[in-house]
C-alpha cells in the first residue's frame, strides 16, 4: 500500500503539472480539446490524491509498522477513532491531508463549473493546478509520508523491516476535538483558495463584472465557516485539555489560524460594496490574496516551528519552501495587479461619513489593524532579531490591548451597519433605528453596574451586546410583522418565512447574533477565580459558590493508558450537587502522562477542576479548580454562526418581488409607509 | 475633498490611538530572549528586562521545596539554577532531560527566578533507522 500511495502521488504531481502546463497552453491557443485535456487531468489529480489519501489511512488500520510516519504516530491499541485523527498528527501527514481537502474542494469546483463560465474557467484551473503542484512537491519530493524503515542488512544493502509496534499518538491529540478541529481549520485554510483562484483568474483573464464574487460567494462563506469552528474547537480543546483554564493564550499558532480568519471576513463584508456600488476593487482583490497567502503563512508558522524555533524548540526545513512559494504568490499577484489594474477601477466614490459604505470601510479598517496586530506581534521575534539583533517576543497585555478596543469596535459596527443605509442616512431614521436599542444598552449598563461588575471593557461589552441584540431583534420584528399581517401566521412562522425569503440577509443577521454570544462569553473572562489547594481524602477547598469535597481516588488501567481519578464531591450553595472526576492518565507506550480536566459547565459559569499533581513535600494530591464566568456562551456562540453561515448557503425560497425604486433607499428610512420592502427587497444586503 | 479629509482624520485618530495601545502594550510585556550563555555577559539594564531562556534540565536536579521548584537548565555548556515560583503547575511534560522554556527575571547572584515554565519532552524514541529522525513540533497538539 506504501508503494500504491507513493505512485499516486507521483502520478497526482504529474498530472497536476499536466494541467497547469495544458491549461495555459489552452489559454494561449483557445483550443477547446486542450481546455478539456488540462480540466480532466486537474480532475484525475484531485482522484489519485484521494487514492494516496486513502491508502494512508489504509496503512494506520493495517498497523503497518515499517512505514516510517505510522510507527511515529500510532500503536496497536490506538483506538480506530485516533487512527484517523493520526493521520494529520505529523508533519508529513498533515501535508497530504492539505493537499487532500484542497482536492476536495479543486474537484468539486471542476465538476460544477465544467461547462460553465468557458472564458475564466481555465484561468482559475491554472492557478489551481499551481497550488496544488506545490503542495504535491512537498507530498512527493520533501515530506512523503510513505517512506519505509530500513536499514542496511549484512551484504550492504537496505532492506525494509518491520517494528513489532508504533510509538504512539502524543496523549495530548487523544481527545475527540482533535479529531474534529485540524479538519475544520484546514478546511477553512484550503477552502480560500478557492476565491483566490477565482480573484486571481478574473484578474488574469481581464473577465467583467462582478461574476466572480458571485460565483465565490458560497464558497467563501463555506471556508469562512469551517475556520470559525476550527478557531472556537481549537480553542475549546485547549480549554479542556492543556489544564490551564483559559481558551485563548495568543501563541504563534493560534495566532496564525486566527490572521486569515480576520482578513477573511474583511472580505466578506467588503465584497458587498463591489456587488452593491462598484468600489473598492483593488482592495477586494487584494484582501483575497493576503487571506490566501495568510493561509499559507499559517500552515508554515504550524509546520515549520519558525516563530517556536525562537523558543528554542526543534526546526524543521520545511519553512523555506514555504517562504519561497509565499514570495512566488506575492509576486504573481503583484504582476497580474500591474498590468490589470485599470480593470479594477472604482465606480463611486465615498458619499457620506454615516452610510453603509462607510460603516464597511471602518469594519475593514479596524479588521486589518487587527490582523497587522497580531501578524506583528507574532513575527516580533523573527524581526526584532533582524533588525536589532536581539530576539524580543512580546505577550498577551500587546495582544489584548489593541484587540479588545478593536473587538468592542467590531461588536458596535456589527449592530450599526447593517442598518445604516447605502450612500446616506438620514438623521431620522438614526433616531427610529437606533434609539431603542441605545436605550436598552445603557440601561444594561446601569444594571450589571450596580449588579458589581466593574470593569471598564466587559461593561462596555455587555452594554453592546445588548445595543446589538436589539437591533437584530428589531429588524426580524419589523420584518416579521409585515409579513403577518399579510398571512395572518404566527409571529414565529413569519419570522421563519421571512428568514427564508432573503436566506443572505437574516442569515448574515444570525451569524451576527452568534457574535454577540462569543462576545458575552468573552467578557466574563475579566472575572475568572482559580484556587489550589492540598487535598486529603475529607478535606474540602471553596470557591465562589461550590464547595469540593474530596472522597477518594481510584485507578483503572485501559487499553492504551492508565488513569488515576479524584473522586470530588461537588456542593452548591450547601447543597449537594454532583460527582466530579479530575483525572491523569499515563500513556505507558510514549510514557507521557495527561491530563483530563473535569468541567461543571452552566449558562452562569464553569467550574474547572484539574488535578494537578502531588505536593512534592506531602505527596498530597493537589486540586486546581478554576470558576469562569460564560464560559458556555462562546461555544454557544460558535453554533449559531454555523447555524447562520448555513442558512446564508441556502437558495431564497422565492422569487423575491421587488419594490420599484427601494434598493437604492433603506426600507428602515421609513417603515411604515414603505414596510413592505422590508421583507421583500433584494436578496443582497 | 472635504469628505475625503474628514475619512482621513476618522481613520487617522483610530489608526493613531490602537497604534499607541500597542505601544503600551509593547512596553509591558517585552521579552528579551537570551541563552544562557549571553546572560553571564549581560550588564546594566539589560540584566533588568524581562527574560527568557531555554536549555534542557539537568538530569536529577530537579528540587521541589515548598512554593517553589529548583532545577538546573543546561545548554552550549553552560548551567543556570533557576527558581520557579509561578503558581501554574508544571506542564506534564517537565522531566529530567526535557526541554525548557522559563520566562522570568535574572538575580543579582547569577540565578534565575521564573514565573512561567514550557517544557517539551526529549524525544525518546531517536531517529528510527532509515527514517527521518521525527522531533514532534514544538507544540504537538497544535497541527
Redo the contacts between chains.
Keep these: 500500500m506504501d508503494v500504491f500511495g507513493s505512485f499516486a502521488l507521483l502520478l497526482a504531481f504529474l498530472c497536476a503539472a499536466y494541467a497547469f502546463v495544458g491549461g495555459i497552453a489552452a489559454i494561449l491557443t483557445r483550443h477547446p480539446l486542450l481546455v478539456k485535456s488540462a480540466r480532466q487531468a486537474g480532475i484525475a489529480t484531485c482522484g489519485l490524491i484521494f487514492l494516496a489519501t486513502a491508502s494512508l489511512v489504509y496503512l494506520f488500520f493495517s498497523d503497518s509498522y515499517w512505514v516510517s510516519y505510522v510507527v511515529s504516530h500510532s500503536n496497536r491499541d490506538l483506538s480506530n477513532f485516533y487512527k484517523i485523527a493520526a493521520l494529520w498528527s505529523g508533519q508529513e501527514g498533515s501535508l497530504l491531508f492539505w493537499s487532500f481537502l484542497l482536492a476536495v474542494y479543486v474537484f468539486s469546483v471542476l465538476l460544477v463549473y465544467r461547462n460553465k463560465n468557458g472564458e475564466l474557467m481555465p484561468y482559475v484551473g491554472v492557478v489551481l493546478a499551481g497550488v496544488q503542484i506545490f503542495f504535491l512537491t512537498l507530498n512527493n519530493f520533501v515530506a512523503s509520508p510513505f517512506k519505509v524503515l530500513a536499514a542496511p542488512a549484512a551484504n550492504g544493502a537496505l532492506e525494509i523491516f518491520t517494528r513489532a509496534d508504533g510509538n504512539g499518538l502524543t496523549p495530548l491529540l487523544q481527545y475527540p476535538e482533535m479529531v474534529i478541529h485540524p479538519p475544520n481549520l484546514y478546511s477553512g485554510y484550503t477552502g480560500f483558495t478557492i476565491p483566490f483562484a477565482f480573484a486571481l483568474g478574473a484578474l488574469l483573464a481581464r473577465y467583467p463584472g462582478e461574476k466572480w464574487i458571485h460565483l465565490t460567494r458560497k464558497w467563501t462563506m463555506i471556508a469562512w465557516c469551517f475556520q470559525t469552528m476550527g478557531i472556537l474547537l481549537g480553542a475549546h480543546w485547549a480549554y479542556a485539555v492543556l489544564g490551564w483554564g483559559g481558551y485563548w493564550g495568543w501563541d504563534p499558532v493560534e495566532n496564525a489560524s486566527l490572521l486569515p480568519w480576520l482578513t477573511g471576513t474583511a472580505f466578506l463584508h467588503s465584497v458587498m460594496m463591489q456587488e452593491k456600488r462598484g468600489m473598492m476593487k483593488v482592495w477586494n482583490v487584494w484582501l483575497v490574496f493576503t487571506t490566501f497567502m495568510l493561509c499559507i503563512l499559517g500552515t508554515l508558522l504550524t509546520r515549520s516551528g519558525v516563530v517556536s524555533s525562537v523558543h528554542a524548540f526543534a526546526q524543521s526545513s520545511i519553512g523555506n519552501y514555504f517562504v519561497g512559494f509565499l514570495v512566488l504568490v506575492f509576486a504573481v499577484c503583484f504582476v497580474a495587479y500591474v498590468k490589470n489594474r485599470d480593470y479594477l477601477k472604482s465606480e463611486n466614490q465615498l458619499d457620506s461619513m454615516i452610510s453603509r459604505e462607510s460603516s464597511f470601510l471602518f469594519n475593514n479598517l479596524i479588521l486589518l489593524v487587527s490582523c497587522i496586530a497580531v501578524l506583528s506581534g507574532t513575527l516580533f521575534p523573527v524581526f526584532s532579531e533582524w533588525f536589532s539583533g536581539s530576539r524580543i517576543s512580546v505577550g498577551a497585555p500587546f495582544f489584548n490591548k489593541v484587540n479588545i478596543p478593536i473587538g468592542l469596535l467590531l461588536l458596535f459596527l456589527t449592530g450599526v451597519g447593517p442598518l445604516l443605509a447605502w450612500r446616506k442616512t438620514s438623521t431620522d431614521s438614526l433616531k427610529r433605528n437606533f434609539g431603542w436599542p441605545l436605550l436598552l444598552g445603557l440601561f444594561t449598563g446601569v444594571v450589571v453596574f450596580v449588579f458589581g461588575v466593574r470593569d471598564f471593557f466587559s461593561l462596555v461589552c455587555l452594554m453592546l451586546c445588548v445595543f446589538v441584540t436589539t437591533t437584530i431583534g428589531m429588524e426580524f420584528f419589523r420584518g416579521a410583522r409585515v409579513i403577518r399581517s399579510r398571512s395572518g401566521a404566527s409571529f414565529l412562522a413569519s419570522a421563519v418565512d421571512l428568514t427564508m425569503r432573503n436566506t443572505r440577509r437574516y442569515g448574515g443577521y444570525i451569524v451576527h447574533m452568534g457574535m454577540v454570544l462569543i462576545f458575552v462569553g468573552l467578557a466574563g473572562a475579566a472575572f475568572n477565580r482559580d484556587a489550589q489547594k492540598d487535598m486529603q481524602p475529607g478535606s474540602t477547598l471553596d470557591i465562589g459558590r461550590y464547595r469540593l469535597l474530596l472522597q477518594g481516588f481510584d485507578s483503572k488501567a485501559e487499553k492504551n493508558y492508565t488513569s488515576e481519578r479524584m473522586i470530588v464531591e461537588v456542593w452548591r450553595d450547601n447543597k449537594p450537587l454532583m460527582m466530579l472526576y479530575p483525572e491523569r492518565r499515563f500513556f505507558q507506550t510514549n510514557e507521557q502522562s495527561g491530563t483530563m480536566v473535569a468541567i461543571y459547565s452552566t449558562l452562569r459559569e464553569d467550574l474547572y477542576v484539574v488535578y494537578a499533581g502531588q505536593n512534592p513535600d506531602t505527596q498530597a494530591p493537589v486540586i486546581h479548580a478554576y470558576l469562569n464566568p460564560l464560559v458556555k456562551w462562546i461555544w454557544l456562540g460558535g453554533l449559531v454562526v454555523v447555524l447562520g453561515t448555513l442558512v446564508t448557503l441556502l437558495p431564497n425560497r422565492r422569487a423575491v418581488l421587488v419594490l420599484a425604486g427601494a434598493p437604492e433607499r433603506s426600507a428602515a428610512q421609513q417603515p411604515q409607509s414603505l414596510a413592505p420592502s422590508v421583507a421583500l427587497r433584494e436578496g443582497h444586503d | 475633498m472635504q469628505?475625503?479629509a474628514?475619512?482621513g482624520i476618522?481613520?487617522g485618530i483610530?489608526?493613531i490611538?490602537?497604534g499607541f495601545?500597542?505601544w503600551?502594550?509593547?512596553g509591558?510585556?517585552?521579552?528579551?530572549?537570551h541563552t544562557i550563555a549571553e546572560l553571564q555577559t549581560l550588564s546594566g539594564t539589560a540584566r533588568a528586562h524581562r527574560i527568557?531562556v531555554?536549555?534542557t534540565v539537568e538530569p536529577g536536579t530537579i528540587k521541589?521545596?515548598?512554593g517553589r521548584?529548583n532545577f538546573v537548565l543546561a545548554?552550549e555548556g553552560k548551567l543556570l539554577p533557576v527558581s520557579y515560583v509561578g503558581?501554574?503547575?508544571?506542564p506534564?511534560?517537565f522531566v529530567d532531560k526535557s526541554?525548557a522554556?522559563v520566562e522570568g527575571s535574572l538575580e543579582n547572584d547569577g540565578s534565575f527566578v521564573a514565573e512561567h515554565v514550557?517544557a517539551?519532552?526529549a524525544s525518546?524514541?531517536e531517529a528510527?533507522?532509515?527514517?527521518?529522525p521525527?522531533?514532534?513540533?514544538?507544540?504537538?497538539?497544535?497541527?
Excluded at chain 2, 509591558?28 to 530572549?33: I, L, P
Excluded at chain 2, 503558581?87 to 508544571?90: I, N, T, V
Excluded at chain 2, 528510527?128 to 527521518?132: E, S
Aim: glycine share 14%; net charge positive.
Design positions: 469628505k475625503q474628514k475619512f476618522g481613520i483610530i489608526v490611538s490602537l495601545l500597542a503600551l502594550g509593547y509591558e510585556s517585552k521579552t528579551y530572549y527568557r531555554g536549555g521541589r521545596i515548598s521548584v545548554g503558581s501554574e503547575p508544571l506534564d511534560t526541554q522554556l514550557q517539551k519532552c525518546k524514541y528510527a533507522p532509515g527514517g527521518d521525527q522531533p514532534d513540533s514544538a507544540k504537538p497538539g497544535k497541527t
